[in-house]
C-alpha cells in the first residue's frame, strides 16, 4: 500500500462514505431535539427519544461484534445503512406531513439504534482491512477531520433548516445520506482479515470478554467513558437546546456551539494527523479536562453565546484527540480476528448506562433546575477522568513504534 493512508481507494471510499454520513448525523442532531421541542415542548419527551436511539445501541452491540467477526464487515455496515436510512425517512415523513408521535418517534429511533449496535463494531474493524499499520494513526486521524467538518457544517445547515423550513426535512437529509454510505461501501473492495473457525455465539462472546477484561488499560478506560457520557454529556445532549430555546435564541444559537465544536474537532483531527504523545492515554483523558467542564458550567449559566462558543471550539478539539487516539490504541493492540467482539465490550461500556442518563436528565432538571444539573455534570465529569487518571496501567500504557505494532497477548 502507497502513499499512507490515503493510497488506498477502499480507504478513500470508506472516508468519503461516512463523511457524508456524519454530515446527516451532525443535522439530526439539532433536527431531532427541535422536532421533538416543538412537538411536546418537554424535555422529558426528548430525553426519552435519545435514549430509544441508545438503548438498542446497548443490547445489540455485542451481538453486533461477534458477527463482524464471523461476516463480512463491509456487508454488514452496508445493511445497517440500508436500515438507519429507512428509519430516518420514515421519521421525516412522519414529521413534515404533520402526523408524527412521540411514541412514533421513540419506535423508529429504536430501529435506528439497532442498526447503529451492528455498525459501530464493523467500522472499527474495517479501518485497519484498508490501510497498512503503520498508516493506522494517520487513518484514523483523516476519518477524524472528515466526520468533523461534517460537524461544522451540519449544526449550520440544521440551524437553517430548522428554522425555514422544518426540522422533519434534517431527518430526510440524514436518511439520504445513508444511502450515499450504503453506495460507497459496495463499491470498496478489501482484503477482510482471517476470520477465526466459528464457535457458538456464547463461546465467541466469552471470548471476546476475556479477551477485553484481560487489559486493565482497557477496561479501566472504557468504565470511565461510560460514567462521563451518562453523567457529563447525556445532561448536555437533552438540556443544552433548553438552554438555548430559553435564553439564546433558539435553534440558532445551539446550531452554532455545534458548529464551533465541529471547528474545533477539525482543529483535534489535523493535530492527530501529527501527534505522537509518549504514553497516549494519559495525554487524551488529560486533555479532556480543559473543555468540556467549562462548556457544561457555562451552559448552567447561560453564558454569553460568545463564551460558549470559545468553550465549545476546545471541547470539540480535545475530544476529538481523544477518539483518534483511543481508536488507535485499540486498532494496535488487539488482534484483527478479536477487533470487533472487543469493540463491541467497549461499545457497550461506553453507552451501558447513558439511556439511563438520557431518561433521567430532564426529570432531574425539572426537579433540581437546569443550572444545577449541568453544574453537577461538570463536576461529575472532572472526578471521573481524574479516577480513570490514577489507574497505573491507563497512565503508563507507551505508544509503539511502527516495527512494534503486532499486538501483544494479553497478560
Do not use: C, K
Amino acid at each position: 500500500m502507497h502513499g499512507g493512508a490515503w493510497g488506498g481507494r477502499s480507504f478513500r471510499l470508506f472516508f468519503f462514505g461516512q463523511g457524508v454520513s456524519a454530515l446527516g448525523d451532525r443535522i439530526v442532531s439539532v433536527a431531532l431535539a427541535f422536532a421533538v421541542l416543538d412537538l411536546t415542548g418537554s424535555v422529558s419527551d426528548l430525553g426519552a427519544v435519545l435514549a430509544a436511539q441508545t438503548v438498542p445501541v446497548v443490547v445489540f452491540v455485542l451481538l453486533g461484534g461477534i458477527w463482524s467477526d464471523r461476516l463480512s464487515r463491509r456487508r454488514v455496515m452496508l445493511a445497517s445503512d440500508i436500515v438507519r436510512a429507512a428509519a430516518q425517512g420514515a421519521s421525516a415523513a412522519l414529521l413534515v406531513s404533520g402526523a408524527a408521535h412521540v411514541w412514533q418517534l421513540v419506535v423508529l429511533q429504536a430501529l435506528y439504534g439497532t442498526a447503529q449496535g451492528f455498525f459501530g463494531p464493523a467500522a472499527v474493524a474495517l479501518v485497519p482491512e484498508t490501510v497498512a499499520t503503520a498508516d493506522l494513526q494517520q487513518a484514523n486521524a483523516l476519518m477524524a477531520v472528515s466526520q468533523n467538518v461534517a460537524n461544522v457544517v451540519g449544526p449550520a445547515l440544521a440551524g437553517v433548516l430548522v428554522a425555514s423550513i422544518g426540522p422533519g426535512w434534517g431527518l430526510g437529509v440524514d436518511a439520504g445520506t445513508f444511502l450515499a454510505s450504503a453506495a460507497s461501501l459496495a463499491m470498496m473492495r478489501v482484503d477482510a482479515a482471517a476470520r477465526a473457525e466459528r464457535s457458538s455465539m456464547g463461546h465467541e462472546l466469552r471470548d471476546g470478554w476475556r479477551a477485553f477484561r484481560s487489559r486493565t488499560w482497557l477496561w479501566a478506560s472504557v468504565a470511565g467513558f461510560m460514567a462521563g457520557n451518562a453523567l457529563g454529556f447525556s445532561p448536555m445532549q437533552v438540556l443544552g437546546p433548553e438552554v438555548a430555546r430559553r435564553s439564546l435564541g433558539g435553534p440558532a444559537a445551539w446550531a452554532a456551539i455545534s458548529t464551533a465544536s465541529g471547528i474545533g474537532a477539525v482543529l483535534g483531527g489535523s493535530v492527530g494527523m501529527r501527534w505522537r504523545p509518549r504514553f497516549p492515554l494519559r495525554a487524551i483523558f488529560a486533555w479532556s479536562l480543559v473543555g468540556t467542564p467549562a462548556l457544561l458550567a457555562l451552559l448552567a449559566d447561560a453564558a454569553p453565546l460568545a463564551a460558549l462558543v470559545t468553550a465549545a471550539v476546545v471541547s470539540g478539539a480535545t475530544l476529538t484527540l481523544l477518539n483518534l487516539t483511543w481508536f488507535t490504541v485499540v486498532q494496535r493492540e488487539i488482534p484483527r480476528d478479536e477487533l470487533s467482539r472487543v469493540s463491541s465490550w467497549d461499545t457497550l461500556g461506553s453507552y451501558a448506562i447513558n439511556p439511563v442518563g438520557l431518561a433521567v436528565a430532564g426529570p432531574v432538571a425539572v426537579t433540581v433546575g437546569i443550572a444545577a444539573t449541568l453544574y453537577a455534570a461538570a463536576a461529575f465529569f472532572v472526578l471521573i477522568t481524574l479516577i480513570v487518571l490514577a489507574v497505573p496501567s491507563v497512565r503508563d500504557l507507551a505508544i509503539r513504534t511502527p516495527d512494534q505494532h503486532a499486538p501483544t497477548p494479553p497478560p
